[in-house]
T-cell receptor
Framework: GENVEQHPSTLSVQEGDSAVIKCTYS??????FPWYKQELGKGPQLIID?????GEKKDQRIAVTLNKTAKHFSLHITETQPEDSAVYFC????????????FGTGTKLQVIP | ETGVTQTPRHLVMGMTNKKSLKCEQH?????MYWYKQSAKKPLELMFV???????ENNSVPSRFSPECPNSSHLFLHLHTLQPEDSALYLC????????????????FGPGTRLTVL
């Protein structure tokens, strides 16, 4: 089955700096890679995603890159703000047939004002 | 709000108690999920219901018993739990369970924080 590894487990950055979270996956059949943000007391919420036929996707201050050959993908947050503090999860999915979502172990991001 | 609500938000129970977790989605979705979230572990999929039929049961102990009376409601009945069952239990829903080449985004509720004494 699919295995997703996520690093680092914790990340502290100064407000305004950039943050990068990296994930690797094992199943070459995975073709969809969402990122979820989980704030304290809330469930995970989808913030950005990327399909396997795309190398990079941006949405304002967040971007995701995908290297299919190396089987790794990354989340980039620029100009970090205190409200970016949360736990971020990557996931890998094979969207054909019944969908199996394999999540990473999460990265706790702390943005220091 | 995501359109998925869960009650109670916090639950403390003894190992001999019986309790139930409730999830309700207001999105008109046809698939509902139970996940277990433990510290420093990936989210663990427990059960999936599609069109009110259970389609996934990922080797979950029988002390957890799901129920899906209709497409909007999902329950998780708990009995004789162990301390290691303490975790955040998340409910999610999606439009469909089958992918067909596209991803059906899962919308999560806020979770129930369960503590087993």
């Amino acid at each position: 089955g699919e295995n997703v590894e996520q690093h680092p487990s914790t990340l502290s950055v100064q407000e305004g700096d950039s943050a990068v979270i990296k994930c690797t996956y094992s199943d070459s059949a995975s073709n969809y890679f969402p990122w979820y943000k989980q704030e304290l007391g809330k469930g995970p919420q989808l913030i950005i995603d990327i399909r396997s036929n795309v190398g990079e996707k941006k949405d304002q201050r967040i971007a995701v890159t995908l290297n299919k050959t190396a089987k790794h993908f990354s989340l980039h947050i620029t100009e970090t703000q205190p409200e970016d503090s949360a736990v971020y999860f990557c996931a890998a999915i094979n969207s054909g047939g019944y969908q199996k979502v394999t999540f990473g172990t999460g990265t706790k991001l702390q943005v220091i004002p | 709000e995501t359109g998925v609500t869960q009650t109670p938000r916090h639950l403390v129970m003894g190992m001999t108690n019986k309790k139930s977790l409730k999830c309700e989605q207001h999105l008109g979705h046809n698939a509902m999920y139970w996940y277990k979230q433990s510290a420093k572990k990936p989210l663990e999929l427990m059960f999936v219901y599609s069109l009110e039929e259970r389609v996934e049961n990922n080797s979950v102990p029988s002390r957890f018993s799901p129920e899906c009376p209709n497409s909007s409601h999902l329950f998780l009945h708990l009995h004789t739990l162990q301390p290691e069952d303490s975790a955040l239990y998340l409910c999610a829903s999606s439009q469909l369970y089958t992918g067909g080449g596209s991803y059906n985004e899962q919308f999560f509720g806020p979770g129930t924080r369960l503590t087993v004494l």
